[in-house]
């Protein structure tokens, strides 16, 4: 099946920092992938859709300078946290859509990058 | 009004016992709809698409209701492993792709 992974798995940083979250899709390409937030016993909240070559699209209440996106390659989407707070700690979730896609239009999930900031 | 919204639970059942639980979504021009599984700390995984006509996967059963805006997830004959948080997944009529996920159900099947 098509795998997604991220990097890092879990972080810990200071208030202030930024911090980058990567997001592969090891085995297939995707035009499109997308940046989710789940905070504890709340359901997973999309935060931006991240298309190869363009501009990343930024849900209502993100801030797109505080959350930055990049999407440079068809295998590859970065969120950086930028000048992270203790309220940004979360669990940060991408997935990523198949350019050739199945019956289901599946999305596949990546493992989570759980930050937690001091 | 959240789009999507579940029952939290938690439903803590017998091996071999059947649970049942629902979701209710907002946008009656909702597209599609999607049973996701999470386990504790872990991503979603999809389980089972969700058809008008309703569907059957093994011991899950999923059913639709676009009268009134709700889908259902029936496991039969429960597992240990069905131990998980049921995440409920609508898409919007936009076709963009984008999910909406409920906040999940948490199941717990005791041996």
Redesign the interface.
């Known amino acids: 099946g098509a795998v997604v992974s991220q990097h890092p798995s879990r972080v810990i940083c200071k208030s202030g920092t930024s911090v980058k979250i990567e997001c592969r899709s090891l085995d297939f390409q995707a035009t499109?992938m997308?940046w989710?937030r789940q905070f504890p016993?709340?359901?997973?909240?999309?935060m931006a859709?991240s298309n190869e070559g363009s501009k990343a699209t930024y849900e209502q209440g993100v801030e797109k300078d505080k959350f930055l996106i990049n999407h440079a390659s068809l295998t590859l989407s970065t969120l950086t946290v930028t000048s992270a707070h203790p309220e940004d700690s979360s669990?940060y979730?991408c997935?990523a859509?198949p350019i050739l896609t199945g019956p289901?239009?599946?999305?596949f999930?990546?493992?989570?990058t759980?930050l937690t900031v001091l | 009004r959240k789009e999507?919204e579940q029952d939290?639970g938690p439903f803590n059942v017998p091996e071999g016992a059947t649970v049942a639980f629902n979701c209710t979504y907002s946008n009656s021009a909702s597209q599609?709809f999607f049973w996701y599984r999470q386990d504790c700390?872990?991503?979603?995984?999809?389980l089972m698409?969700v058809y008008s006509s309703g569907n059957e996967d093994g011991r899950f059963t999923a059913q639709l209701n676009r009268a009134s805006q709700y889908i259902s997830l029936l496991i039969r004959d429960s597992k240990l492993s069905d131990s998980a948080t049921y995440?409920c997944v609508v898409t919007p009529p936009t076709n963009?792709?984008?999910?909406?996920?409920?906040?999940?159900t948490t199941v717990t099947v005791r041996a």
């Open positions: 499109t997308f989710y016993k709340q359901s997973l909240m999309l859709t669990f979730i997935s859509k289901l239009d599946e999305q999930f990546g493992p989570g759980r | 999507v939290p599609s700390r872990k991503e979603p995984k999809l698409s995440l963009d792709y984008k999910l909406s996920f409920g906040a999940g």
